[in-house]
């Protein structure tokens, strides 16, 4: 009897760990991008809403790749994916004080600063990190990324708001880096 009862007792226990892989699985793939293993749209979008929620003030910063769109037509998508994947990387090396990257389609990322004081600091040293010596290259085609910010409450009380108005940011620095050599960042840097 006692036999039987514990095999059943360790049969039991990896049937609970057989569902509990097969949950972390289904979790990954409903709030990881696939390809680069940061979180998703999804999950950006529920973290910013939890956070709008608890009331405390915090920072979003958008990308958008420049000349994306030139490696894909140029090199392939296998090379596109590369470059996806080498900025997920930098997102991740570079983010600090809990910043998570994310992925929301595409070409285009963020990051979720909880410091809103650090997303000034973070746009420059991401900055820095993708322009040291191009270091996301594929060929003789240098990726750059456009950046724009918003914080919480000041740009929006809601995700829409927010994510609206890093977006407008983004697309008058890419505006402006068409214009001009010299590298701006649209957003408050703190």
Avoid at 124 to 133: C, G, W
């Amino acid at each position: 009897m006692k036999k039987l009862m514990k095999s059943l007792l360790d049969l039991r226990g990896q049937q609970r760990a057989r569902r509990f892989r097969e949950w972390e699985r289904l979790r990954r793939l409903a709030y990881e991008d696939e390809l680069t293993g940061v979180g998703n749209l999804r999950a950006f979008r529920e973290e910013a809403v939890s956070r709008i929620k608890s009331g405390k003030p915090f920072g979003i910063l958008y990308l958008d790749l420049d000349r994306f769109k030139k490696v894909n037509d140029t090199f392939g998508h296998l090379a596109g994916d590369r470059v996806l994947r080498e900025v997920a990387a930098v997102l991740e090396n570079e983010a600090f004080s809990d910043a998570r990257a994310y992925r929301l389609g595409g070409d285009e990322f963020a990051l979720i600063v909880p410091a809103v004081e650090e997303t000034g600091i973070a746009a420059v040293t991401l900055r820095r990190e993708l322009d040291i010596a191009k270091r996301v290259r594929i060929g003789s085609v240098a990726v750059g990324a456009s950046m724009g910010s918003a914080r919480f409450p000041q740009d929006g009380r809601t995700y829409v708001e927010l994510l609206n108005a890093a977006d407008r940011r983004m697309y008058t620095e890419k505006a402006r880096r068409k214009e001009e050599p010299s590298y701006s960042f649209a957003g408050d840097t703190c």
